[in-house]
């Protein structure tokens, strides 16, 4: 009877790494997952009792690696489509939990020597560090693995070096109970190695982090600005749909002062008109009010800064983007192109070629303009020397990319281009 409560601790640690492994991956244990994760426990015990009663229990804790570890890496990855960073990281964190209940089990040698109590206490350690770790430790770990392979990786380091030093001085030799001091030296060293390797990775993904919040803060304030010029544009709009609107009233008193003869307030109130409605008129380009109203806006504001805009838009009365998404897009790319081109010096090649146009269900855009300053492109966008520079192309690129669209920036020859395509279904 002593003699099968090893044999029993030996399959009941393999099922407590099997279903801690599970655990770690996110598995959860219910009607769809359960069925086929308990068929394959029951394939790996028989498979271990086979060669266990044929080899031994010295010769199955040496292919552990290849009867239980790999096997289950395998069937983790390819049964619950987990990847294999989560996979890897989940089977040696599971084997260095496994450690718990001999660590627990090792108590027993502090009443008596007789192996018996400790293979007892190590039976009853298992499903008690099992539900302590079930219910403490499986949920935070499988969140955080869960969020990329390098968190992944980052927890599988220390167990993975904790693996091989186990396997290579217990496993395969007998080289930890040897009392040689170079061995005794071997674990601290891999505690070492394994929290600098941590750190490092921790260390990289942290600043990744924060660089991706910190442009979607500044992505952010961006949208906020481009719905600030909108909020501008719509109320020019309301303004010039006030001045039609009270148009017929403006005549009526003309009309009335010419009668009167009163052509001194004729001209007055002419000169008032005229100055009233060149703050609130804006062209037509394409029919398409928004457009219209950034167009113009910029139009504008090209000339104040010594700059030509060549205009070509050819698109329906509607489309099926939001109009802030619209804002953002024109906005972002012509107040970069105007800047770029008021700091050239040639009066003459001034001139930023806008084309806005719709080919095959899709809206294309491009934006052409001369620019002077060192401007390069690194991983798809331009980066020049202004402090500010590099929001806005990120900007259009994400409404771009939203709509499952292209967008390409390139430099050549001194010309800068900007081309974008959203498809419109």
Known sequence: MSGMIPVVGYGMIAVFGIFLSAGFCGIRFCKDSLPKLILFVIVILAVQGLCYYHF???FSRWSYPLLLHFPLACFLAVGYKKSWAVVAASVLLAY????IPWWLAAFAYLFSENPLYHDVLYVIAIPTAYGVLHSFAVTPIQKIMNRSSYAAWGLGIFPLLYYVFDYATTVYTNALYSGNPLVAQIMPSVMSVGYILFALIYQTRLEAQETAQQEQFLLSLQLRRSQSEYAALRQMQEQTDRFHHDLRHHTS???DYAEKGA???????????RQELDTVTFKQFCGH???DLLLSHFDSHAKEAGVQLDIHAEIPPTLPFKDIELCSLLSN????AIYACSCVQNEVDRVVSISLTVRQKNLLLSIQNPCQTDVTIVDGFPISKRSDHGIGTRSMASVVHQHGGLIHFSVADGVFLLRASLPMD
């Not at 052509?263 to 008032?272: F, H, R, S, W």
């Open 289 to 291: 009010r928004v457009v």
């Open 263 to 273: 052509l001194a307030e004729i001209k007055t109130y002419l000169q008032d008109l």
């Open 333 to 336: 790319g012509l107040e970069n």
């Open 253 to 255: 008193l003309l009309i």
């Open 96 to 99: 260095l939990c496994c450690q």
């Open 56 to 58: 031994g229990l010295t």
